[in-house]
């Protein structure tokens, strides 16, 4: 249940960066074909996170310490363009613009979909 609370708080954080964001957008035709790309793309957000974030944090844990932390806008950066590159692979009307709106949408991303989990109450809480 809490992998669907999640994805579903990825899904709707996305949609809110593709409305901020110059740069990010979903080109789908309809309604309906947007919110499932929306959907496709939270989940591809949501594997390459749990996947690569822990092994770059591994391996990157240097840069992290040295740059205070900001090393992590660039990871989160280059992780949003690989999935922009991922929703192309899967022929999904996806798209991100270059690496400045990769660097903002990982941002307003991180941030709505924290605020968004504040909304949500912890299995402990409930």
């Keep these: 249940m809490g992998f669907l609370i999640r994805w579903v708080i ?3 954080a996305l949609w809110i960066t593709t409305l901020i964001v110059s740069g990010i957008e979903v080109t789908a035709a309809t309604t309906v074909r947007s919110i499932i790309t929306l959907i496709v793309v939270a989940l591809i957000f949501g594997l390459v996170n749990a996947i690569l974030k ?3 944090h591994l391996f ?10 900001l090393f992590a806008l660039l990871v989160n950066a280059l992780l949003f363009l690989l999935v ?11 798209q991100i613009d270059g690496f400045w709106p990769a660097f903002w949408g990982a941002i307003v ?3 709505v979909s924290w605020a968004l989990s504040l909304l949500v109450p912890d ?3 409930a």
Aim: include cysteine; proline fraction near 6%.
């Design 109 to 111: 991303m991180g941030i």
């Design 123 to 125: 299995r402990d809480e």
């Design 10 to 12: 990825n899904a709707v």
């Design 84 to 94: 922009d590159w991922l929703a192309g692979v899967f022929k999904l009307p996806f």
């Design 54 to 56: 822990p092994v770059i």
């Design 60 to 69: 990157g844990c240097v840069f992290y310490v040295i740059t205070l932390g």
